[in-house]
């Protein structure tokens, strides 16, 4: 059975201070997803990593994937407030089409 | 980009109560549904997974005779929580899989059964 385990849970940081969010996972994939989610909200996609080594920035996040280590990274860089929200990593099953999420990291960026 | 919708967006009933959440796929055919929900302050969980004009698969632990998942097309399914009770109150999430295996997410539905 597959396993997600994303760290920390909770992250309270300063605004204009960088942190990374990590996700292992326990079995290979060849697909993993960065979603945000706000309070009351769905998912929003934020990125999809398809390879070992790839690497995705949008404004002040990066993701990125070691296949090997069975590893995802999410940077913050110069964090915002509007950064605040809950993020999940999300690890693609292949042999059953299915997505298993980590439990979530709430985020709270203070001014 | 890809637009899923669901209704309705919020609903509260009695205990006892039947609901049923539709999911629709506007602009795109979903060959496969995946029904998550959500509990307060936690992850999603998947409930089942259905394919178009197939019987849903249903996760270990969630009883398949109380959330009934009708997909008989490719662009609607549907989610009915049956004599719903309190512990069913959650945020149901509907994800659509597209016919070139893109996985999208509906906008949610908060239950809450008094």
């Known amino acids: 059975e597959l396993k997600v385990e994303q760290n920390p849970l909770f992250l309270s940081m300063q605004e204009g201070k960088n942190y990374t969010i990590y996700c292992n996972y326990s079995t290979t994939s060849d697909r993993l997803y960065w979603y945000r989610q706000d309070p009351g909200k769905s998912l929003e996609s934020l990125f999809v990593l398809l390879s070992n080594g790839a690497v995705k920035q949008e404004g002040r996040l990066m993701a990125s994937l070691d296949t090997k280590a069975r590893l995802s990274t999410l940077h913050i860089t110069a964090a915002v407030h509007d950064l605040s929200a809950t993020y999940f990593c999300?690890?693609?099953?292949?042999?059953?089409?299915?997505?298993?999420f980590g439990k979530g990291t709430l985020l709270t960026v203070n001014p | 980009g890809a637009v899923v919708s669901q209704h309705p967006s919020r609903v509260i009933c009695k205990s006892g109560t039947s609901v049923k959440i539709e999911c629709r796929s506007l602009d795109f055919q979903a060959t496969t549904m995946f029904w998550y929900r959500q509990f307060p302050k936690q992850s999603l969980m998947l409930m089942a997974t259905?394919?178009?004009?197939?019987?849903?698969?249903?996760e270990q632990g969630v009883e398949k005779d109380k959330f009934l998942i009708n997909h008989a097309s490719l662009t609607l399914s549907t989610l009915t929580v049956t004599s719903a009770h309190p512990e069913d109150s959650s945020f149901y999430i509907c994800s659509p899989v597209s016919t070139v295996n893109e996985q999208f997410f509906g906008p949610g539905t908060r239950l809450t059964v008094l």
């Open positions: 259905s394919n178009e004009g197939s019987k849903a698969t249903y």
């Open positions: 999300a690890v693609f099953e292949g042999s059953n089409y299915k997505l298993t």
